[in-house]
């Protein structure tokens, strides 16, 4: 369950909205529009994640999706389909993405093994994100962290 909850957060909360710049090679058409070559195309990654062609309910997050819905089979380098890109996708895919994802799933585990996490009363989450070097929160995600008796 860990794994889809973190898959989940990477679907709703990418590191970053874009990714690396690609150039047109020559004049084609994408989306309707005629790309000209030597253009710079850039990607927004979140529409994917937003997209509810692609997602059932994409605003809510369901980790429940990543073990028996429609995040199931997902590729998250791209290779076979784009259903989200956290960390880009095919030749250009961010080369430390597995160390990052397993670094996030131990830590994770970890603080899920030495604390339990409860809500602060009358403060529920904001998901509302800012702009920095990557994608943050606005507001800090607050917790009771209570450790226990391992």
Do not use: Q
């Amino acid at each position: 369950y860990l794994g889809a909850i973190v898959k989940e957060t990477f679907r709703r909360h990418p590191p970053s909205h874009f990714v690396l710049s690609h150039a047109a090679t020559e004049e084609t058409k994408l989306g309707g529009y005629t790309v000209p070559a030597d253009a710079s195309v850039e990607f927004y990654t979140a529409w994917l994640s937003e997209n509810p062609d692609m997602w059932k309910d994409p605003d809510e997050f369901r980790p429940e999706r990543f073990l028996n819905g429609d995040g199931v089979d997902v590729d998250i380098t791209g290779t076979k389909e784009v259903k989200m890109m956290p960390f880009g996708a095919g030749r250009r895919i961010c080369p430390a993405w597995t160390l990052g994802t397993l670094h996030i799933n131990m830590m994770l585990a970890k603080m899920v093994l030495a604390y339990r996490w409860l809500p602060v009363p009358n403060s529920p989450p904001d998901p509302t994100e800012t702009f920095a070097f990557t994608v943050v929160m606005k507001n800090p995600l607050k917790a009771v962290i209570v450790p226990r008796s391992i």
